[in-house]
């Protein structure tokens, strides 16, 4: 493979704080053959005229703002840049969430990891905690047409054990993809709006006969969880959805269709996990007929097939 180019695309909604702290790193890394697309995925505050005020001050490296009315989603506001740097013949597109920051030599790592390597569909490199810098969020993980994907190295100190393990998924937070990949498979499945993309794009890739690469010694920094909640009602509704989807879409129908009947009575049930393990961090969690009510409102929506935007959102889980 002989990857020169990289669009690096990254998506903005109501963060320009963030965005401008990555743009920051951005500029001080060793790779210089890229150009770099911001997505304002319908931002408020005035965010959208914020970052064409600071491309004015790019000089280093080419940068284009891309602007949504609406929020898109993280598929849909991703393929928005996507495409734009696919148009722009770039050889490999670099997702990069904007919570985080970068190491100087982070791209050419990734780089160099797909070039070196036969059958590549996807790098990930190794994704550290922003707060925590020497301990691991995670280096990737397996996806499988069951659960979506399982994560490797959260919450351990990085001392090379997951240097050469062999990986099927990589996280959407730092993900670069051949031009041909992207070109034979296709973009993110804008159905899911919000989590579970990654689960689909890297089971595509897997269908397909390619391979996911962890680069090494490619470091960023990520900044958990900082605006979604793992406990909120927007994340687990995603969550929840986005398995249901995933499953009925990568199994055969009866397969899928006992699953999901199957992962309903699962999911009650983890209500309790989850009120524990809120409790035990001093936060609040919905009570369990507000848990239930929302379960069911995932499976009302999956069955109806309702598609999902940002304001559907708004209104049914406000």
């Known amino acids: 493979m002989n990857i020169r180019s990289i669009g690096i695309v990254t998506v903005n909604f109501n963060s320009f704080n963030d965005t401008f702290e990555l743009i920051k790193s951005i500029e001080k890394i060793s790779y210089k053959d890229f150009s770099m697309y911001i997505v304002d995925n319908g931002s408020k505050n005035n965010e959208y005229s ?47 969430s904007n919570d985080t920051t970068v190491e100087i030599d982070f791209l050419t790592e990734l780089v160099k990891t797909a070039n070196n390597n036969n059958n590549v569909g996807i790098v990930g490199g190794k994704i550290f905690y922003f707060d925590r810098p020497d301990i691991l969020w995670t280096v990737g993980g397996k996806v499988n047409r069951w659960f979506g ?18 990986i099927s998924h990589v996280s959407g937070c730092m993900a670069l993809i051949p031009r041909e990949t992207l070109l034979n498979i296709g973009l993110f499945d804008e159905s899911y709006f919000f989590r579970g993309e990654e689960w ?10 390619l ?14 969880s ?15 959805r986005s398995k249901l989807l995933f499953v009925s879409k990568f199994q055969p129908k009866f397969i899928a269709w006992l699953w999901i009947k199957i992962f309903k009575r699962i999911l009650i049930y983890k209500y309790f996990y989850f009120s524990k393990s809120a409790k035990s961090r001093e936060l609040d969690f919905m009570t369990k007929g507000e848990y239930n009510e929302l379960i069911n409102k995932v499976y009302s929506d999956f069955y109806s097939k309702i598609p999902i935007t940002s304001n559907y959102l708004k209104r049914i889980l406000s």
Do not use: M
Request: charged share 25%.
């Open 226 to 240: 900082k605006s979604v909640s793992r406990y909120s009602k927007f994340d687990l509704y995603c969550a929840y």
């Open 50 to 96: 914020k970052l064409l005020d600071l491309k004015k001050n790019i000089h280093s490296f080419n940068c284009e703002v891309l602007h949504s009315k609406e929020n898109l989603g993280f598929a849909g506001g991703y393929n928005l840049g996507i495409l734009r740097a696919l148009s722009d013949r770039n050889d490999g597109i670099l997702i990069l």
């Open 149 to 166: 994907s399982k994560y490797f190295g959260n919450n351990k100190l990085d001392n090379g054990q997951f240097d050469n393990i062999s």
């Open 200 to 209: 689909d794009l890297c089971f595509r890739i897997k269908k397909n006969g």
């Open 211 to 224: 391979k996911a690469f962890l680069s090494k010694n490619s470091k960023i920094f990520h900044k958990v």
